[in-house]
Nanobody, 127 residues
Framework: VQLQASGGGSVQTGGSLRLSCAAS????????VAWFRQIPGNEREFVAA????????GYADSVKGRFVISRDFSKNTVWLQMNSLKPEDTAVYYC?????????????????????WGQGTLVTVSS
């Protein structure tokens, strides 16, 4: 299972970016996908997740109302649309996947419960 995250970059406060997480050599269908982010020296924290059937989504309180997670089965890709970006959103963003259903429970907030990871993509928001 290989994942590839892309779309990071540098924006000013209030700007937008769209991150993508693509599956390489396998299909995303049947997998729940999550985004996490990490600042150097800090723990990797949950940002958002979407269920295998796209019927369930969940967000960290810090991004709720600003970020939207979605998936395109035809493109085998999960998107994270990030709007109204703030300097505190600056981090390396990672996507993760698992074949379990996503119900938005507390266990899904834990990075150790997601077995498959892509490389990170850096998002920098300047004030």
């Amino acid at each position: 299972v290989q994942l590839q995250a892309s779309g990071g970059g540098s924006v000013q406060t209030g700007g937008s970016l769209r991150l993508s997480c693509a599956a390489s050599g396998w299909t995303f269908s049947g997998y729940s996908v999550a985004w996490f982010r990490q600042i150097p020296g800090n723990e990797r924290e949950f940002v958002a997740a979407i269920g295998w059937n796209a019927g369930t989504t969940g967000y960290a309180d810090s991004v709720k109302g600003r970020f939207v997670i979605s998936r395109d089965f035809s493109k085998n890709t999960v998107w994270l649309q990030m709007n109204s970006l703030k300097p505190e959103d600056t981090a390396v963003y990672y996507c993760a996947a698992d074949s379990r259903p996503y119900y938005g429970g507390s266990v899904d907030l834990l990075k150790d419960t997601w077995p498959n990871w892509g490389q990170g993509t850096l998002v920098t928001v300047s004030s």
